[in-house]
């Protein structure tokens, strides 16, 4: 093939692969999200099962659009589901159907997603989330097209594609005995991965004007800008919640600063990651002491056990100062701390509140302040404490807390 056919060929990719940006409103130049979506397109046509995996935030709910739009069934149904939303005990009967009587609360026969998607597509979100006796009905689906509906015994027959996304590590997931093994093969017979957004530094600029374009326009404001630092610092910063969090930050300062035009030293004070590292629980921590966090939750959780710590060791301290315990004088870099040393009420206060702090109570305070942020609306307060919402169904439970809800 001569140089200018290869060209021409490049060119024509690169087209389709703009007008399926457009299509779709994804924003981006950066090649790992070109050639998740140049995968996309090959692997629309065929019958494949796919697994998109990312992390959270990253834009994963629009490729299984994509495919489905491009293949074969587009003329059929496409659902979506979340397979983290819909509680333990009635995820089958959701997924598959039941049968009149089959569970209390069952007055009539029901039809799956599945069944309803026949013919079609069917986006099982965050499938790293199911029960492992979900995974083995799907495994039979990805098998042999054959379901069998909640407290039935007879055998179905379907012709669905499944796509599938987690930002769960399946291998890990295996390893510890919370994901079958042969159904992460079939799921992943094409893996798509997308980028996370610190991996798309370039992009970040561009997602940024169209957030803060798209807040001006439906709030009636002039749109916000950075200046050349706070560009960098956008550029630089890890962006744990991805394109997510990023829409979010620009949305708050959007609303919040009158200043049009952002500085790094207020673009600075909206990203938590930065914050948090400035805590003292979090620094100078030795290498034996090092640990990895998977969510804000865990994060909170340290900050606390190490606040608490911290004051025990000041309560312990002042105490020694106090009753002549330590009768070596205290240096200049020691006076400014114990300045108001006869006046402890503060710290007697926050030595109470924090002995009367524990992890459950932070957990269930966490969760009424989320409800009450959303009028009650479990699933948006479910995505405000980045858990699942069958997680918080869980912890409504687990903390009897149904009656003040």
Sequence with gaps: MSTEKITDKAMAAKDIIQQVKQRFGIIGNAAGLHRAIDLALQVAPTEMSVL???????GKEVFPQ??????????????????????EGTIDSELFGHEKGSFTGALADRKGYFEFADGGTIFLDEVGELPTPTQARLLRVLESGEFIKVGSSKVQKINVRIVAATNVDLVQAIAQHKFREDLYYRLSTFPIQIPPLRERPEDTLLLFRKFASDCAEKYRMPSIQLDDEAKQLLQSYRWPGNV???????????????NRVITADELRLYLPSLNMEKLPALMNRGNDEQKIFHNEREILYQVLFDMKKDVAELKKLVHDIMSGNISRPVSVEDKEPYASIHDMSPIQEVETVEESLSLEDVEKEMIRKALERHSGRRRNAAVDLKISERTLYRKIKEYNMEKGI
Excluded: D, F, M, W
């Design 52 to 58: 998109i995996t990312g992390e959270s935030g990253a």
């Design 244 to 258: 997510r969090e990023l829409k979010n930050v620009t949305e708050r300062i959007s609303v919040v600063e009158n």
């Design 66 to 87: 994509i495919i489905h739009q491009n293949s074969l069934r587009k003329h059929g149904q496409y659902i979506a589901v979340n397979c983290g939303a819909i509680p």
